[in-house]
């Protein structure tokens, strides 16, 4: 028994949490409809507000319409209390009579209200002490409300009173809310009880009908809102659609124009700004294309004088000490510096114009980025050694396997590398590895003037630097973050830097550990742990961006 009882338990809570599920979910989606949709929200205020004025406009008439027919009734009252007294005083005038009597005038009072019964009457004589009066249809003495008789008793003679109470009557007919109105003449006090179940009717009556109205009036309403910003909104809808479609790309968008009104007129400028925007973007494009196509063809072309020179360089580079001028052996040290410096100003160009011509294409292969980081690190200790910084490796103890092109991540951990000895003012570097099951991650971490408010967002620009005047002692080409950021976006990964003035700066790399996947997080944080409370300023440039 314990158990059956435990099982319904169990059930009964589960069928209540899913219908709070349920419930949850219809009103999380009704309101995200309502906030999405100005239609659902016009529509719902107009329901609302037509509502409230249905329902104070429909109490206000059932009041009057109430008011009127009690009106009505007690003047129709104090009429037949009228009739009555006169022939109370009539017939009996201020002599006592016996109890026939009144009985006989009760009935005669009550025959005039017909087969129907519109009226009960009550007579009772003020100078018996004990007598309670006689009623028609067996009605209680207590139909007559006591405040009333009070009332009548310390007014002067010919006063009228009238009040609603409730009317009982001896045996089985049921107690109903009535009218009740009286007087007083001579020693007599008369009173006219009247049913007001007829009038309960019609205003019950009055009241549904009323109701069936105003709800047919709101919805009528809700139906003429709905259409009437249904004409506004379709064209605004069709307007964002097509902004949309024109921010994505195609340029060839357009609305079509009806009528000559408001909403034409937003067509017709939103088809002009289009227009406009087409031509520029076009003219742009173009301009772009001729820069793209300028830039490749001098390096290509600088490419075959470049090696003539070269050649002579090297010659004159290994005659140097031959030299009887030492400021010529000078001479031709300088000039292979700098032709070293113009050989990778022109590579890099010849890269950037590749990724700009979308011929840039992905060699990937299964790597271990262990591997890779160790053999740049080794590359640039010379460099670190002469700036006086240390580099400080944290690779994990497993094998962090990704398909990458070993040409391109070599590149990006080397610019990653060198920037950050070059501005890590002789500080340690630190370079971090991370994997998880989707992707791989490196992080170079430097300790030098980091980097300044808006600079976050300019690093990855062509030709930037952070401080122009600042001696460079490795002759960048100011073109390293931007190409490392192309080919980071090849792979489909993200390069992203993170820095604060005077705590330094931290670049994390982080790649997809299959080719072609998309990269949804990365195994390590982009803002390094201890950096303080300051926001930090972050550029995040994923693939596509």
């Given at each position: 028994?314990?158990?059956?009882?435990?099982?319904?338990k169990?059930?009964t809570?589960r069928g209540?949490r899913?219908?709070?599920r349920?419930?949850?979910?219809?009103?999380?989606?009704?309101?995200?409809?309502?906030r999405?949709?100005?239609?659902?929200?016009?529509?719902?205020?107009t329901?609302?507000i037509?509502?409230?004025?249905?329902?104070i406009?429909?109490?206000f008439?059932?009041?009057q319409?109430?008011?009127?027919l009690m009106?009505?009734?007690?003047?129709?009252?104090?009429?037949q209390?009228?009739?009555?007294l006169?022939q109370?005083?009539?017939?009996?005038?201020t002599t006592s009579?016996?109890?026939?009597?009144?009985?006989?005038?009760?009935?005669?009072?009550?025959?005039?209200?017909?087969?129907?019964?519109l009226?009960?009457?009550?007579?009772?004589?003020?100078?018996?002490?004990y007598f309670?009066?006689?009623?028609t249809?067996?009605?209680?003495?207590?139909?007559?409300?006591?405040?009333?008789?009070d009332?009548?008793?310390?007014?002067?003679?010919g006063?009228?009173?009238?009040?609603?109470?409730?009317?009982?009557?001896?045996?089985d007919?049921p107690?109903?809310?009535?009218?009740?109105?009286?007087?007083r003449?001579g020693?007599?006090e008369l009173?006219?009880?009247?049913?007001?179940e007829?009038e309960?009717?019609?205003l019950t009556?009055v009241?549904?009908?009323?109701?069936?109205?105003?709800i047919v009036?709101?919805?009528?309403l809700?139906?003429?809102?709905?259409?009437v910003?249904r004409q506004?909104?379709?064209?605004?809808r069709l307007?964002?659609?097509?902004?949309?479609?024109?921010?994505a790309?195609?340029?060839?968008?357009r609305m079509?124009?009806?009528g000559?009104?408001?909403?034409?007129?937003?067509?017709?400028?939103?088809?002009?700004?289009?227009?406009?925007l087409?031509?520029?973007?076009?003219?742009?494009?173009d301009?772009?294309?001729?820069?793209?196509q300028?830039?490749?063809?001098v390096?290509?072309?600088l490419?075959t004088?470049?090696?003539?020179?070269?050649?002579?360089a090297?010659m004159?580079?290994?005659s140097r000490?031959?030299?009887?001028?030492?400021?010529?052996?000078?001479s031709?040290e300088?000039?292979q510096?700098?032709?070293e410096?113009f050989?990778?100003?022109?590579?890099?160009?010849?890269?950037?114009?590749?990724?700009?011509?979308?011929?840039a294409?992905?060699?990937?292969e299964?790597?271990?980025?262990?591997?890779?980081?160790?053999?740049?690190?080794g590359?640039?200790?010379?460099?670190?050694?002469?700036?006086?910084?240390k580099v400080?490796?944290?690779?994990?103890?497993?094998?962090?396997?990704?398909e990458?092109?070993?040409r391109?991540v070599?590149r990006?951990?080397?610019?990653?590398?060198?920037?950050?000895?070059?501005?890590?003012?002789g500080?340690?570097?630190?370079?971090?590895?991370?994997a998880?099951?989707?992707a791989?991650?490196?992080?170079?971490r430097?300790?030098g003037?980091?980097?300044k408010?808006?600079?976050g967002q300019?690093?990855?620009?062509?030709f930037?630097?952070?401080?122009?005047?600042?001696a460079r002692?490795?002759?960048?080409?100011?073109l390293?973050?931007s190409?490392?950021?192309?080919d980071a976006?090849?792979h489909?990964?993200w390069?992203?830097?993170?820095?604060?003035?005077?705590?330094?700066?931290?670049f994390?790399l982080?790649l997809?550990?299959?080719?072609?996947?998309?990269?949804?997080g990365?195994?390590?944080?982009l803002v390094?742990?201890?950096?303080?409370?300051?926001?930090?300023?972050?550029?995040?440039?994923e693939?596509?961006?």
């Amino acid at each position: 028994m314990n158990l059956s009882l435990d099982r319904a338990k169990r059930v009964t809570r589960r069928g209540l949490r899913g219908v709070r599920r349920v419930l949850r979910g219809t009103a999380r989606r009704g309101y995200a409809r309502w906030r999405r949709s100005i239609q659902v929200r016009v529509v719902t205020s107009t329901l609302f507000i037509s509502a409230i004025v249905v329902a104070i406009l429909g109490a206000f008439l059932m009041q009057q319409v109430s008011s009127a027919l009690m009106d009505g009734k007690v003047k129709a009252a104090r009429l037949q209390l009228d009739e009555g007294l006169a022939q109370v005083q009539r017939d009996l005038g201020t002599t006592s009579e016996d109890d026939n009597r009144l009985n006989a005038m009760v009935n005669r009072l009550k025959a005039r209200s017909g087969p129907s019964g519109l009226y009960e009457v009550y007579i009772r004589d003020t100078t018996e002490q004990y007598f309670d009066g006689y009623a028609t249809n067996e009605l209680r003495e207590e139909s007559v409300p006591r405040r009333l008789r009070d009332e009548l008793r310390h007014a002067p003679a010919g006063s009228r009173a009238y009040t609603y109470g409730k009317l009982s009557y001896v045996g089985d007919r049921p107690s109903e809310r009535g009218l009740i109105v009286g007087g007083r003449t001579g020693q007599y006090e008369l009173y006219y009880l009247f049913p007001l179940e007829q009038e309960q009717r019609t205003l019950t009556n009055v009241g549904r009908s009323m109701a069936g109205v105003g709800i047919v009036l709101v919805l009528l309403l809700a139906a003429i809102a709905s259409l009437v910003t249904r004409q506004v909104v379709i064209p605004v809808r069709l307007a964002a659609q097509g902004a949309q479609r024109l921010a994505a790309g195609r340029l060839e968008e357009r609305m079509r124009v009806r009528g000559e009104d408001d909403l034409a007129r937003l067509a017709r400028s939103f088809n002009d700004m289009a227009a406009n925007l087409q031509d520029k973007i076009g003219e742009l494009e173009d301009l772009s294309q001729v820069q793209r196509q300028f830039v490749s063809d001098v390096s290509h072309e600088l490419r075959t004088p470049l090696t003539t020179i070269r050649i002579a360089a090297d010659m004159l580079y290994e005659s140097r000490d031959t030299f009887d001028d030492p400021a010529v052996g000078r001479s031709a040290e300088l000039l292979q510096s700098q032709l070293e410096r113009f050989e990778s100003l022109l590579a890099d160009l010849l890269e950037i114009s590749r990724h700009d011509a979308g011929a840039a294409t992905l060699d990937a292969e299964s790597l271990d980025m262990r591997d890779l980081v160790l053999r740049v690190v080794g590359d640039i200790q010379g460099l670190a050694e002469r700036k006086g910084s240390k580099v400080v490796l944290q690779l994990p103890g497993e094998p962090c396997m990704a398909e990458v092109d070993r040409r391109r991540v070599e590149r990006i951990l080397r610019n990653l590398l060198v920037n950050a000895v070059e501005h890590g003012e002789g500080e340690d570097i630190v370079v971090s590895v991370a994997a998880d099951r989707d992707a791989v991650a490196v992080a170079v971490r430097d300790h030098g003037v980091g980097l300044k408010p808006g600079e976050g967002q300019m690093v990855f620009d062509r030709f930037w630097r952070a401080d122009p005047a600042r001696a460079r002692t490795t002759g960048g080409t100011g073109l390293g973050l931007s190409i490392s950021r192309e080919d980071a976006q090849l792979h489909g990964g993200w390069l992203q830097a993170w820095g604060e003035p005077g705590n330094g700066s931290q670049f994390r790399l982080s790649l997809p550990r299959v080719a072609g996947a998309e990269l949804r997080g990365s195994p390590l944080p982009l803002v390094p742990p201890g950096a303080g409370d300051a926001r930090p300023l972050f550029a995040e440039l994923e693939a596509g961006d």
